[in-house]
């Protein structure tokens, strides 16, 4: 494996030294340098290439070749995938170039050229299930019931994805409308078996203040109907409601008992590293392992207890709230926090500061004040070396669709505790609230912390080189 692996780099880097002295790249080269996975190198010879001028034959070559990269790096790199498959569209406007251009998209969390991906993909090849069903999946994500419901019926009925379009269209029909989802979580989807290497991407964590409602200003839970006719039970803090507007309550009490529990005391953690909590309730949606599966795919399903989203925390139906899934928790919770602090907007926030004080409050409460030992001696390394990445690398997009997930996390959970450090907790949410207020977030750390941006990525690199 090794030895295959050092033959394509030598592969590669011999195509880039050719393709650099060339004129222009050829249908030829793009064949070759997919086949020795060199997508960078591929990304690069194509970035600027126009398809005018090449005859259709070389055309959907390269395209096809482009369409191969999208596919390979849409569950490691989605911008990367994005950009291959934006080429791969224009030169050779294929099923598979304009599905993978559209998951690739929503990955970013562009969601716009996501729509238009899978509605050319649904002018252009009707008979293809996968476009309709993903086109559903993204409005009803984004709260648009009635346009996701007019996509899903656009699935061809004898398609592969027809059965799995009838069962969404089914809950969206007996349901509440589907808020616009959040971007914490690692989902994948699912479409055909020849789909399997596509992943869906993990939704999109929006930021808009909450509606006005009225709420119990009780410690206890109490049970009432609200404007829209569905029983819901509520305190000072958690409004929890079912998914499914036709489930009711006390028919779970078990489960409905654990998870109150596993989020109160994600609150409490909340309080007591964090120095505050959410004040306004959240809504806590209670999804069934199947509806879950279906908006948000089915490793997620498997895997994720539930994230944060739109201010609601959307929880998966988990036979059991295990130590694993409580942390998970406390990390959502965290979000929901962080999302009133910056007045809602939490797009003034770069992702690295986001997913690093969830992450950062995530060791606290299992008692350490550091990632895991190897993502500790990784980062250790790379500091070393001179090759720890800038934050500014981490500020826009899920971390999850970066190539190496688990250390970008880890990085950025090193940048907010070097700043708890640094200044302490009360500085750093008044560095959030500032941000909010309007100051720029470059602005706010400066003023807290006494440093820029720059100078972060210098005392991390020689904090941990140190390590």
């Known amino acids: 494996m090794a030895g295959n692996a050092a033959t394509l780099g030598l592969v590669a880097l011999a195509l880039t030294l050719t393709l650099l002295l060339s004129a222009a790249p050829t249908a030829a080269d793009a064949t070759r340098l997919a086949k020795a996975e060199a997508w960078e190198e591929l990304y690069l010879a194509w970035a600027s290439a126009s398809p005018k001028g090449h005859k259709k034959k070389d055309a959907q070559a390269i395209g096809a070749a482009l369409a191969k990269g999208c596919q390979a790096l849409l569950g490691d790199d989605a911008a990367m995938a994005y950009g291959l498959g934006e080429k791969a569209a224009a030169f050779s406007p294929t099923a598979d170039a304009l599905?993978?251009?559209?998951?690739?998209?929503?990955?970013?969390?562009?969601?716009a050229e996501a729509e238009a991906a899978f509605r050319d993909g649904m002018k252009r090849f009707p008979k293809d299930g996968?476009?309709?069903?993903?086109?559903?999946?993204?409005?009803?994500?984004?709260?648009?019931?009635?346009?996701?419901?007019?996509?899903?019926?656009?699935?061809?009925p004898k398609s592969k994805q027809a059965a799995e379009a009838r069962a969404l269209a089914s809950q969206l029909s007996g349901s509440t409308p589907v808020p616009r989802a959040g971007a914490d979580g690692a989902a994948a989807g699912e479409g055909s078996d020849a789909d399997a290497a596509f992943v869906t991407p993990p939704p999109r964590r929006g930021s808009a203040p909450p509606p006005a409602r009225q709420t119990t200003g009780s410690m206890s839970y109490e049970s009432s109907v609200d404007g829209e006719g569905r029983r819901v039970r509520q305190n000072a803090y958690f409004r929890f409601l079912y998914f499914n507007a036709r489930r009711d309550f006390g028919q779970r009490a078990d489960y409905e008992g654990r998870v109150q529990a596993a989020l109160e005391e994600a609150r409490a953690a909340a309080r007591r590293l964090l120095g505050v909590a959410r004040e306004q309730p959240i809504d806590v949606i209670l999804y069934s392992r199947d509806e879950f599966r279906l908006h948000h795919g089915p490793q997620a399903a498997a895997y994720i207890a539930g994230f944060y989203s739109e201010n609601a925390i959307r929880m998966n139906d988990s036979a059991e709230i295990t130590a694993s899934t409580q942390v998970t928790l406390v990390h959502e919770y965290v979000h929901a926090v962080v999302d009133e602090l910056v007045a809602f907007n939490g797009h003034a926030l770069?992702?690295?500061?986001?997913?690093?004080?969830?992450?950062?409050?995530?060791?606290?409460?299992?008692?350490?004040?550091?990632?895991?030992?190897n993502q500790a001696k990784a980062l250790s390394q790379l500091a070393k070396q001179g090759d720890l990445p800038p934050?500014?690398?981490?500020?826009?997009?899920?971390?999850v669709g970066m190539r190496n997930p688990q250390l970008a996390y880890a990085l950025s959970g090193c940048a907010v505790r070097w700043m708890v450090q640094k200044a302490g907790m009360p500085a750093v949410i008044a560095l959030i609230r500032d941000t909010g207020g309007g100051l720029p977030f470059a602005k706010a750390f400066e003023r807290h912390m006494g440093k820029d941006l720059a100078g972060l990525d210098e005392e991390l690199r020689r904090d941990l080189a140190a390590d």
Do not use: N
Not at 141 to 155: C, H, Q
Not at 352 to 371: D, L, M, N, S, T
Not at 391 to 399: I, K
């Open 391 to 399: 934050v500014a690398a981490m500020s826009q997009g899920p971390l």
């Open 130 to 156: 996968r476009f309709a069903l993903e086109l559903g999946r993204l409005l009803a994500d984004e709260g648009d019931a009635r346009g996701a419901e007019a996509a899903l019926a656009a699935v061809p």
């Open 99 to 111: 599905y993978c251009l559209g998951l690739a998209a929503r990955r970013g969390e562009q969601h």
């Open 350 to 373: 770069p992702t690295w500061f986001q997913e690093g004080i969830a992450e950062y409050v995530e060791w606290r409460y299992q008692g350490q004040e550091k990632p895991e030992l």
